[in-house]
């Protein structure tokens, strides 16, 4: 079997997973949730008014931070509700097991792991 299509083998294998049924399925219910997308238009609203404040030529940085914690309550605000949580907790899942096979890969191809190896098999996500 040659390289691309083991490749294409494990996108299957990752498509096909527990994983991405889970991220699936919170997508749908998300998209399909009025609230839901009632919060995440006002946040998307408040995230780009934030932004342009932050786009201002004269900007200090107790004003930059000011909108950092502004754009994290929002977010937070978004977390509290559930079918928006379980979402962005399965993509996250999903994102950190794609990462971890981006790794293992670099890892074989390297012989390093990104980030550098601390040699320490204990903390490491994997990468053999």
């Known amino acids: ?3 691309l299509e083991m490749a294409k083998e494990l996108g299957k294998a990752i498509a096909d997973s527990e994983l991405m049924e889970s991220v699936k399925k919170a997508e ?4 399909n949730d009025e609230k839901a997308q009632q919060l995440i238009g006002e946040y998307n609203l408040k995230r780009i ?3 342009q404040r932050a786009q201002k030529e004269n900007v200090t940085q107790e004003e930059l931070e000011s909108i950092r914690t502004e754009l994290s309550d929002e977010f937070d605000k978004l977390m509290q509700y559930d079918v928006i949580n379980r979402y962005i907790t399965a993509k996250k899942e999903l994102d950190a097991v794609l990462e971890q096979v981006n790794n293992i890969i670099t890892f074989y ?3 390093q792991t990104p980030g550098g190896c601390s040699g320490s098999c204990s903390s490491c996500s994997g990468c053999h």
């Open 109 to 111: 191809v390297t012989g």
């Open 49 to 51: 008014q934030l932004m």
């Open 1 to 3: 079997m040659d390289i």
């Open 28 to 31: 749908d219910v998300q998209n």
